[in-house]
């Protein structure tokens, strides 16, 4: 026993002494310059022992060295930015799992989801006219959704419900038609110009219209006003007088016949603009996104014009395998600013509206077990055998991620016994197979995540804004299932999070990490309900729920050899915060703020 230890000290000597003169050396050639130093930080940096330390040095988009204050300098030269970071708290980069940029661009060009006064209406309308050329449609709005919301979360604190005052805009809008909806669909609203272009007289609109053989609108019939016409119902205010509100299933049919199919490209552009401003702010440097082709189309020009601040790993469909395979797109494909070579398919519905595929039916609906999406059936919505696995052994055999929305218990439970047959087939590999949201997983299937090796694509803010009526639709057994983070990862699957951005008509999940990552630490609402958290044995610490947002997120896109971590040679891709979360109670987690984001090197969001 003397001896060996004897021995383990002097091969300590030895590995000591041959260190030191490699030190010196390092130190004696004096490295080039930095473009960038960030001194006297906290920062963390998530590597494989959550190193603190002070200091980091930049140069091209890369870090050429993490450590301390003095040992910095050396990488300092004449042009070398030199920010002192005055003890404040550094992360990697946050990189978000899932979002729907495109979808996410447009709600933030306009809407009314958590408008509850006219004058905020007014305001936010004023806000899009002056961004968008005459002639544009000013569409979206999800009135309503927020009112709801609140009164869920904050427990009978409900304001009188906001209808937005059409005529109250009739002046800023001559030149935009406007036509909107409320969150669920039940009420739409359009201003004058709108309610031209579909041949309905603003101020004595007894003729409907319906659109004709090639788009023209076609007046049909007289009908005393006020009447339902064509399935359309003209609301009026209490002086009899009609007020732009309109109800009704031929409502929607008659807009979209003049509505146009698609934004003009730079319209879209100019979102995304937008929407990468909201990201900055955010700290956020890596997206994974499901967008359509044109958003792919715009990712590439703004990287062209140095516009992009975002990293984007892009998803098509599952069912653009074939496509792909042509193209040669395989896990890997792109690079550091636009990665490629991963598919999103989708098996089941989603909670909210109780389509999520369940083993045993809903508890407040025992006809319901949920719906199969079509890529598991046939026409008529049968299941069919073999359907959606014969996509994902295509797809696997190509070389290509898969990646699957799945949120009922059933549908995780049916996706892991296809990835054993991926297995069996197509014979085990480092795939990474992602189980997308992985929202409600049966008792039996939590051992088989880590022994599969699944990577868990959840995004925690939904527990605080489902945990509301979790309970009712599906009973309080298996929602010790549901959003079980701790399960999950103690399973030995990986856990990585984002946030769904820009969310549902009647739920708004912003891109903010810091609503997440208070969700999983706390499993609370925003306004603290339930004292001590819903299923709090399912908490994870603030340590593993940075780690889930940053280095877990790139391992989930193959890419955590270049990024996720403050380490030597990956993307220089981090975020200076107003607060030590590591010390941050759940109240101060949502408090946090960004103080500096920055992309490659170079600071796109601070001073
Ligand atoms: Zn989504």
Redesign the pocket.
């Known amino acids: 026993m003397k001896s060996l230890l004897r021995i383990t000290i002097a091969l300590l000597a030895v590995s000591l002494t041959s260190a030191i003169p490699v030190t010196s050396a390092q130190q004696e050639m004096s490295p080039d310059p930095a473009d960038l130093i960030l001194r006297n930080g906290l920062i963390y940096t998530v590597d494989s022992t959550n190193t603190l330390t002070e200091a980091v040095a930049i140069r091209g988009g890369k870090f050429v060295f993490v450590g301390s204050n003095r040992d910095v300098n050396r990488y300092k030269g004449k042009q070398t930015k030199v920010i002192d970071l005055k003890g404040q708290f550094v992360l990697p980069g946050f990189n978000d799992n899932?979002v729907?940029l495109a979808s996410a661009a447009q709600f933030l060009e306009f809407n009314i989801m958590r408008a509850a006064t006219q004058s905020e209406f007014v305001a936010r309308v004023r806000d899009v006219v002056a961004r968008l050329p005459k002639g544009e449609w000013i569409l979206g709005g999800f009135w309503g959704a927020y009112d709801q919301w609140a009164a869920g979360s904050a427990g009978g604190n409900r304001r009188e419900a906001f209808s937005p005052d059409m005529r109250a805009v009739e002046a800023i809008t001559k030149d935009h038609p406007m036509f909107i909806r409320k969150f669920d669909d039940s009420e739409f609203a359009a201003n004058a110009a709108a309610l031209r272009v579909v041949g309905i007289d603003p101020a004595d609109p007894k003729v409907p219209a319906t659109a004709g053989a090639g788009g023209e609108i076609r007046r049909q019939g007289t009908e005393p006003a006020g009447s339902k016409v064509e399935g359309v119902e003209f609301m009026r205010d209490s002086s009899g007088r009609f007020n732009g509100h309109l109800r009704g299933r031929g409502v929607t049919a008659i807009f979209a016949a003049v509505i146009p199919k698609k934004f003009s490209h730079e319209r879209r552009v100019q979102q995304t603009r937008n929407a990468l401003a909201e990201i900055r702010k955010y700290g956020v440097t890596n997206v994974s996104d499901?967008s359509d082709d044109e958003q792919l189309d715009i990712y590439r020009e703004l990287l062209k014009t140095n516009e992009l601040t975002v990293r984007v790993h892009f998803r098509p469909g599952l069912d653009r395998w074939q496509e792909m395979s042509d193209r040669r797109i395989a896990v890997g494909s792109g690079d550091e600013w636009i990665r490629l070579g991963a598919l999103k398919g989708h098996i089941d519905g989603i909670m909210g509206t109780s389509t999520a595929r369940f083993l045993q039916p809903y508890s407040n609906d025992p006809s319901n077990r949920g719906k199969w999406r079509p890529l598991m059936v046939d026409e008529k919505g049968n299941f069919v055998e073999g359907k959606f696995l014969k996509y994902m052994l295509d797809a696997d055999h190509a070389g290509l991620q898969i990646t699957v929305h799945a949120i009922g218990d059933e549908a995780n439970n049916v996706l892991l016994n296809y990835l054993e047959e991926l297995n069996r087939q197509n014979g085990v590999r480092d795939r990474r197979f992602r189980l997308v949201h992985a929202q409600v997983i049966a008792p039996d299937d939590f051992k088989r995540l880590g022994k599969l090796g699944v990577v868990a694509e959840v995004q925690p803010f939904h527990l605080s804004d489902d945990m509301r009526w979790m309970e009712e639709r599906i009973g309080r057994e298996r929602c010790k299932g549901a959003y079980a983070f701790k399960s999950i990862k103690d399973s030995g699957a990986v856990l990585c999070f984002g946030t769904?951005w820009p969310g549902t008509s009647a739920s708004e999940y912003p891109i903010n990490p810091m609503l997440g990552i208070y969700a999983a630490v706390s499993r609370q609402t925003l306004s603290g309900e339930p004292p001590g958290g819903w299923f709090p044995e399912q908490r994870i610490s603030i340590e593993e729920a940075i780690r889930a947002y940053t280095y877990n997120t790139a391992y989930a896109n193959f890419e955590e050899k270049t990024k996720g971590s403050i380490e030597v040679h990956k993307v220089a891709d981090l975020v200076v915060l107003s607060r030590n979360l590591l010390q941050a109670s759940p109240r101060e987690i949502l408090e946090t703020r960004v103080v500096y984001t920055i992309v490659a090197g170079k600071v796109v969001y601070g001073l």
Do not use: E, N, R
Request: aromatic residues 0%.
């Open positions: 899932h729907h499901m769904d």
